[in-house]
């Protein structure tokens, strides 16, 4: 008898600041946009969508439909987001 696949929801592990800080590390060191952007997808998620549509100004299902695996977020967005999130974009310079 095949086994019973439960689905998987990473949301639900992000309990604490550093499950969420090691999660968006991660993200941010594949450097995958797409990955990126729907990392941050699910932080949100974590922290609680309706809430984070509040402070960001943004409607609920466009951050949902933003921040999918499949979604493609505005610069703009991405900013708004992180921002809410406690989370500041810095940029580096690294030797080549």
Do not use: C, W
Not at 2 to 16: C, F, G
Not at 35 to 44: E, K, Q, S, T
Request: glycine fraction near 8%.
């Amino acid at each position: 008898m095949p086994e019973k696949l439960i689905p998987y929801d990473p949301a639900e592990a992000l309990t604490s600041n550093d499950a969420v800080d090691e999660f968006m590390r991660d993200a941010f060191e594949s450097g995958d946009a797409g990955y990126i952007a729907h990392a941050l997808g699910i932080v949100a998620r974590a922290k609680g969508m309706t809430g984070i549509a509040k402070e960001t100004g943004m409607a609920r299902e466009a951050l949902y439909r933003s921040f999918a695996s499949d979604g493609n977020p505005t610069l703009k967005s991405v900013l708004a987001l992180m921002q809410s999130l406690g989370f500041e974009l810095t940029v580096k310079r690294h030797n080549i």
